[in-house]
């Protein structure tokens, strides 16, 4: 086996790992420096792993709880620990532009945080990747740690003890109609604004598309401090770009990253990705 190589991504954030195989039996040892590395610098890229779902979820396991997957919970009833991020189908027919699922997943187009809007938020998510448009179809990724690192001590006090509610309605309903019951089955939530990585003590700040306004502030208050934090997170010397190749696995930490998606030509080209995500340690009122 090669030895193992470090490959920093970003200045704020971001390691690229090569020489370890993650569909080995890895030992408790390997865990651990994965979760490590997941504290350390939130966003981790495994290249040329080529996981198929089964190894996936065994993979995902071994980080954790899965998460159930919302949609097909909350509008089917049934659980199902997989998202499909693309347009290929498991018949391997191809959803066009104008189909309504391409549409609706132009939602992952604007900063989010997996889950924000779950009463117990994801820990990770981990992406596996099958097939990539030739053009477009990237995604953008920003520390909210680093973000928070840049504040001032007094906007840091101000924002300390805020809670914001987080609304999957809100953000979803800009691009497409959610389904009735999938809108019943996550009602919004408050979530704390500042949270704290319990391993190493590092603060961010909890924002993105998902958060509608700030509890016990007015809506125009509240939207102007929200969309300030998102706006110097997301400057454009602040984000790294993941191009995403067949057999990337790919782990990012929704404590504290914000991401988007770039967007990609559905009618030209095919894109397939399989998620997995898992379960945060409760919820962050209690962190």
């Not at 509610?165 to 979530?191: C, G, T």
């Not at 949270?195 to 007015?218: M, Q």
């Amino acid at each position: 086996m090669s030895p193992i190589e470090l490959e920093n991504l970003h200045k704020d954030f971001g390691l690229k790992v090569t020489g370890i195989e993650l569909n080995d039996s890895l030992s408790q040892d390997k865990i651990l420096q994965i979760k490590e590395w997941i504290d350390d610098y939130s966003l981790v890229v495994f290249p040329r792993q080529h996981l198929n779902d089964e190894a996936h979820l065994e993979f995902t396991r071994k980080l954790g709880e899965p998460e159930p997957n919302h949609v097909s919970l909350g509008r089917d009833g049934v659980v199902n620990y997989f998202g499909t991020i693309g347009n290929v189908q498991p018949d391997g027919t191809v959803n066009g532009n104008s189909h309504k699922q391409t549409r609706f997943l132009t939602g992952n187009n604007m900063w989010h945080s997996d889950s924000s809007f779950r009463k117990v938020p994801s820990f990770v998510s981990i992406m596996s990747v099958y097939e990539v448009p030739k053009q477009g179809g990237e995604t953008e990724y920003v520390s909210a740690r680093a973000a928070y690192s840049r504040l001032s001590d007094e906007t840091r006090k101000l924002i300390e003890p805020l809670e914001v509610i987080h609304d999957y309605v809100f953000s979803r309903s800009k691009v497409a109609e959610v389904d009735p019951a999938h809108a019943a089955s996550l009602p919004p939530i408050n979530q704390k604004l500042v949270r704290k990585n319990p391993n190493n003590n590092l603060k961010n700040y909890y924002v993105g598309s998902h958060a509608r306004s700030i509890a016990g502030w007015t809506e125009k208050a509240g939207r102007e401090l929200l969309d300030d934090l998102l706006a110097k997170a997301t400057k454009s010397e602040h984000i790294y770009t993941q191009n995403w190749r067949s057999g990337d696995l790919v782990i990012w930490d929704n404590r504290c990253l914000l991401h988007r998606g770039t967007g990609y030509d559905a009618d030209k080209y095919r894109r397939l990705m399989r998620q997995t995500r898992v379960c945060g340690s409760g919820p962050t009122l209690a962190e």
